[in-house]
T-cell receptor, first 116, second 112 residues
Framework: GAVVSQHPSRVICKSGTSVKIECRSL??????MFWYRQFPKQSLMLMAT?????????EQGVEKDKFLINHASLTLSTLTVTSAHPEDSSFYIC????????????FGDGTRLSIL | GDSVTQMEGPVTLSEEAFLTINCTYT??????LFWYVQYPGEGLQLLLK?????DKGSNKGFEATYRKETTSFHLEKGSVQVSDSAVYFC???????????FGQGTRLTINP
């Protein structure tokens, strides 16, 4: 089946650091990628939707200058958490889908971000 | 807006017990419905889906039927195993919009 690779799986860094998370579709062209945030024992909250070659669409309440999203190719999207602080610590998950609007989303394994 | 409500967990069962996890939804259109499973420390895996009323999705012994009249998509399995222990998410998306709206998740623990 379709595979989405997310890297790194875990990051621990100091407050003020910027962290980049990569999301790759390995065997299909991902025209749309989604970024989610999941707090412990809670559901996934959609942060933004990115279409290849265009600016990401952010959900209400998500700071676009804080969470920079780039979707420069059909197989790669990146999420950069700029000047991360402890409250940004969370589990970040990406998903991807192809051109067929009826395709389900395929999820990466997530990135656990811990800001000290 | 669209929303999904799942039964609250955690749910703890013995091996070989019957499982039901309730899921109801509200949507303005005709959404597709999904069940995703999340194992510890991992992302989500699609378990099953249904795209129209009365469709039944099934996979790995799990089943769910799209009930438009009751706006429900309950997950069932006749005999659970320890390896089924995970968090289960019910979700919907409107065709074309592709955005997934998730329920709050139900943590399932199966004891041997």
């Amino acid at each position: 089946g379709a595979v989405v690779s997310q890297h790194p799986s875990r990051v621990i860094c100091k407050s003020g650091t910027s962290v980049k998370i990569e999301c790759r579709s390995l065997d299909f062209q991902a025209t749309t990628m989604f970024w989610y945030r999941q707090f412990p024992k809670q559901s996934l909250m959609l942060m933004a939707t990115s279409n290849e070659g265009s600016k990401a669409t952010y959900e209400q309440g998500v700071e676009k200058d804080k969470f920079l999203i780039n979707h420069a190719s059909l197989t790669l999207s990146t999420l950069t958490v700029t000047s991360a602080h402890p409250e940004d610590s969370s589990f970040y998950i990406c998903s991807a889908t192809g051109q067929d609007g009826n395709q389900p989303q395929h999820f990466g394994d997530g990135t656990r971000l811990s800001i000290l | 807006g669209d929303s999904v409500t799942q039964m609250e967990g955690p749910v703890t069962l013995s091996e070989e017990a019957f499982l039901t996890i309730n899921c109801t939804y509200t949507a303005t259109g005709y959404p597709s419905l999904f069940w995703y499973v999340q194992y510890p420390g991992e992302g989500l895996q699609l378990l099953l889906k249904a795209t129209k009323a009365d469709d039944k999705g099934s996979n790995k012994g799990f089943e769910a039927t799209y009930r438009k009249e009751t706006t429900s998509f309950h997950l069932e399995k006749g005999s659970v195993q320890v390896s089924d222990s995970a968090v289960y998410f019910c979700a919907l998306s409107d065709w074309g919009a592709q955005k997934l709206v998730f329920g709050q998740g139900t943590r399932l623990t199966i004891n041997p």
